[in-house]
C-alpha cells in the first residue's frame, strides 16, 4: 500500500484527508474529522495523539456506536466476505479466517455471550495475536465488569488504529507499533559465529498445529541476513525455531556421534510484548547448548 | 524370570545345565555344550568369555548354521508367534511387532534382498535399536562384502547372547549390556535444585511419531527417583525430554509473562552407545536454560 | 581425636562423664553435669538437645558467667598461648592466630568496644568463619541492642558446643555442623568429563590474600577423588578455583589459539551456609564456559 | 595527529610526498621514493600495497639496510629517549619503556644473541604486542634459520609500516590493522539486557603485574558505550574483565545470599589476533554465569 505523505494530509482538502484518514477507526470518519482543524501535525506522533484525545473526549454514546460499529471476530461478516478491508487483511494475519468447524463454533458461542454481556461486539488488535492469545482474551474478558471492559475495547480500538495509521501516512516519526524476532548462532566448539546452518521459525498452536513462518540459514556471522519477523507486531503465541546443528558440524568435518548426540535443536519460546525485541540465540557444540533472552 | 544362580550352574548335571543355558545362542545349544567342561565358571564374565571362545572356534559351516537358525526381523514367523520366547520379547522391545504395512513391506523386501545376497538372514541385537536405527543399520550392512557381514553378523549373535546371559544368571559380577539415561534440573535463578518439576521423556521416529516412555516429576535434589532408562541397553534412537518449566516457576510464586518466555522446554538429543551414561541435565531460569552431555 | 562412644558416655560415672563432655561449653562443665540424670541418650541429637535445654533453662548470671568465660577473639590469651585447646584450634582455623599488627590492633578496639557495651567478650563459631566475615559479624553485632545480642552470643556458643560435641563423641547419628564444597568439569566440546584437569581453590582476603587450600587433578569422571572441602563447616568467605583448561585440552591434541583464548578459568564465589552443599561445576570448551550452584 | 589526505599525497612535490610518508619505514625514504612515480593511488590500500612490493623487491643489501636501521626493542637508545617519535611511541605502548632491571637485563641479553646470530636487531611490531608475547616471539625466533627469520622481520617491518600509514593518511578506505574488543551483559535471571553495572578491562603479565586498561558501566543494553578497546591493534595478551555482578543485583532488588553467591565475576581470556574482532559477552543471574567468544 502506497503511503501518503504527512505533508500532504496537512494540506488536503477536507475529501482528501478522509479519503486518506476516515479508515483509521472502522466505520467511524468522525474521528478524523474531529482534529482535521488541528493541522499541521508536525509528526506521525501528533497526529495519533489528536486522534486519540478525540476519542477519548467523545460523549459515551458515540464511543458505544464506534465500538457498535466493528464485525464480529471470526464471524458472520468474515464469513460472507463483507468485512472493510483492514478487518480482512487483519482478521486473517490471525489465522480467523479459515477456522475449523469447532472453532467456528467456540467462536459463535463467545460472540454471542460478549454481546449478551456489555451490548458490543468483542474488539481485539488481531494483528497482535494468534488464535490461541484471541481465544485467552476473550475468555479473561468476558469476566470483566462493563467499565473495565468498556476501558479495554478503546485501548483495543486504539491499537489497531495506530497500526493502521503507522501504514497509512509516511513521516519523518514511526509509531512504535512493531515488534522484531530475531537470532544468533555461535559455534562454542570452534569459537565463532556458526554460517551456513539451516534453521526454520514456526508457530505452534495448542491443538498441535504447526505453521512455518520462515526458513533459512544463517549468514558468516551466525545472524539471519532479515530477521525472522519485523515491520509488524509480534503475534502473542508460541514459537519454535529449530536449528540443524548436525547438518552444520557435519559440514565443518567435526567429529559426531553416529547418531549425533545434537541433531536438530529445537527452541521453543513464548512472545508476549508485540512491540517488543526478541533475541533467541543458540550457543552450541556438539555435545551442548544454550538459550536465553537476549537483547 | 528367575535367575539361576552361577554356583547352582557349576554344578548341574548336563541336562540341568542345557535347560539353564540352551538358549543363550538362538536354537544352538551345542554352544553352551562346548563349555559345559570348563567348570566351573568363576565369574559370569568367565563364563561368557568361554561362550564367545566356543563360537569363534567352531567350523565356518557350524557358525553359518547358527546363523541361519537365526529367525527374520519382523518376518513371518514374528508375524505367526512362532518365535523362540526371547526373540519374541528381543523384537517386541524394539518395536517390530506391530508394524504398519509400508514397514512391513520393506522389512520383507529387505530380508530378501539380505537373504539372498548373505544366505542368512539379517541378525541385529534388538534391545540395542529402535526401529529406525535397525532400518539403517540393514542398509548400511546390505552394503558388507561376504566376509565383513559374517563378522558383522556374529558379533551381533554375541551381543544377542551377552544379554540373554546376563538375564539368566545370577552372579557376583554383571556383564555389561546395560545403559543408563538421567536427568537433573537446576534452578539457575534461584541456586537451587528445581524439585517438584513435571518432566516426560518420549521416543521420537522419523516417521513423525512419538512414544512417551516415562512420564515423572523431579525430587528435592532436582532429579528423578529412578533413572529415566536403567537395566536395560538403551535403544539407539532419537529421544525428546519435555520440562514444565513454567509450571515449576509459577508454583514457586517466582514472576513470569504473560504467556511465559520459556514454558514447555524440549530437549532433544540422539543415544548412540547402547550401554552408555547419559546425563542430560536442564539448568534454566524464566529467561535462559542450557543442557549438556553431562556425566 | 579418639571419639568416646555414645553408650560408654551413658554407661559413664560422674568422673569419666565431665572427662568427657565437660569441656564442650568453654570452661562451664555445669552444662553437662545438667544433663548427666537424663541418660541414656538414644542419639547424638538427644544428648545436644538436651545441653542447648539447660543452657536456655539457667538462670540469667549463670548464662552470663558462662559468656565471660570466653576468651577475646584474637585477643591476650591467644598471643600468650593459654586459650583452652579448643579455643586455640578453633581461632587457628580461621586465621585469627598470626595477625598483623594492623588487624591485632583492630580487633583490641573492637573487644573493648564490644566488652564495654554488653559487658562480656564477643563469642563467634571462629570454625564457620574467615577473618574478614568475623570482622563484618563483629560490626555488625556492635549495633544490636542487649537482648538481641545476649540471643545472638548464645546462639554462637550452641554452634561452638555442637561442634565440639560433634567431634568428641561416636555415636550413629551425627549433628549436621558440616558442609561440603565439590567441584566437576565437563568438556563441552568433545561431550564427556575432563579428566586430568589440574585445579587449585584458593580462599581470598579483602585485603588481597590468596591462601591455597587444595591443590588436585580431575579423575576420570571429571570430579575429585575427595571433595574440594568437607567434614568441617565451609568457612564463611569468597573463593576461587582455577581451573588449567588450556593445560587440559592441549593434552587432548584439541586445537587452540596461540595463546589460547581461554587458560586458566578462575571461578570466583562465596559461601554464605557453612553447613551448606556447594557443588561449582565448570562446563568448558576451548571458547566458552558456564558454572552454576549445582546439587 | 594531523592526517594528510591521500589526494594532497597523490599531488605533493617530492619534498612534500617525502614529508608525509618518509617516516613510514624507519629511516628508510627510499622505500616511499621508490612508488613516487606510480601515483595517483587510487586508495590506501593500494598504497601500501606498492610501498610492500617496493620492499619487497628491493636488494638483499637495501633489504638488510633497514633492517639494521632499527632500534634494539628495550634498548640503549630507548633508555637514552634518541629513537624515533614512532619507535618511542610504539615501545611505550606495549610497555617496555619502563623496565625492572631484571626485564632489562633479558632484554639486554637477547638482543646480544640475536644480533650475534642474524645481524640485524630484533624487529616486531610492538603495538601489537605486550611485553610477554614479544619475549615469547623473541625466544621463538632466535631459534628459526637466518632465511626464515630474515622473512619474519620483513614481515614484521611491514605490519609496522602499515600501522603508521595507516594513521599518517585520511583516505576513502583504511587498512585493516586494527582490533576491536567488546563485551555485552545479559541478566538470566530477569531475561533483559544488565544496565548500570560497573566492569573494568586489566592486562595482566606473567609477573603478576596488572594493568587496568579501562573502568566503565554498562548502558541500558547491556553495552558499554565505546568498545573496551578499538582503533589500534589489540596487544597479545591475557585480559581480564572482571564484572560487579553483586552491586547490579543488589540495586535491582534481586535477593541475594550474604554474602553474595557471585560478587565480583573475572572472565580471563587472551588474545591472539590484534586484528581481530572479540566480543566476550557475560550471561549472569545471582547463581549462575557463561561467557563465549561471540561475534
Known amino acids: 500500500m502506497t503511503k501518503t505523505p504527512l505533508d500532504v494530509i496537512n494540506a488536503a482538502d477536507r475529501d482528501a484527508f478522509l479519503a486518506a484518514l476516515g479508515t483509521v477507526f472502522e466505520h467511524s470518519p468522525w474521528v478524523a474529522e474531529a482534529v482535521m482543524a488541528q493541522r499541521p501535525f508536525a509528526s506521525l506522533a501528533a497526529l495519533a495523539g489528536a486522534m486519540e484525545a478525540a476519542l477519548r473526549a467523545a460523549a459515551g454514546e458515540q464511543q458505544l456506536a464506534l465500538l457498535q460499529a466493528h464485525p464480529d471476530l471470526a464471524g458472520a461478516a468474515a464469513r460472507a466476505g463483507t468485512l472493510t478491508q483492514f478487518s480482512t487483511a487483519e482478521q486473517q494475519a490471525a489465522g480467523l479466517v479459515n477456522l475449523s468447524a469447532a472453532d467456528s463454533a467456540r467462536f459463535v458461542k463467545l460472540n454471542a455471550a460478549y454481546r449478551a454481556r456489555f451490548g458490543f461486539p468483542f474488539i481485539v488488535c488481531a494483528r497482535r495475536h494468534a488464535k490461541d492469545s484471541i481465544l485467552r482474551a476473550f ?14 475495547a478503546l485501548d483495543e480500538v486504539l491499537r489497531i488504529a495506530r497500526l493502521r495509521l503507522d501504514g497509512l501516512v509516511a ?16 559455534d562454542t566448539a570452534r569459537g565463532r559465529p556458526a554460517g551456513g546452518m539451516a534453521l526454520e521459525l514456526a508457530q505452534l498452536a495448542a491443538d498441535g498445529t504447526r505453521l512455518t513462518l520462515v526458513r533459512t540459514t544463517t549468514n558468516a556471522d551466525g545472524r539471519t541476513d532479515a530477521p525472522l519477523i519485523a515491520d509488524r507486531p509480534l503475534p502473542i503465541a508460541t514459537y519454535e525455531l529449530v536449528f540443524d546443528v548436525a547438518g552444520y558440524f557435519a559440514a565443518a568435518g567435526v567429529p559426531l556421534a553416529d547418531p549425533p548426540f545434537i541433531a536438530q535443536v529445537p527452541l521453543r519460546f513464548a512472545i508476549a510484548e508485540p512491540e517488543g525485541h526478541y533475541h533467541v540465540p543458540l550457543l552450541v557444540s556438539p555435545w551442548s547448548y544454550s538459550t536465553y533472552r537476549g537483547s
Open 139 to 152: 475468555e479473561r474478558r468476558l469476566g470483566n465488569d462493563a467499565d473495565a471492559e468498556r476501558a479495554a
Open 171 to 186: 513521516a519523518p516519526d514511526r509509531l512504535k507499533v512493531h515488534g522484531r524476532l530475531s537470532t544468533h548462532v555461535l
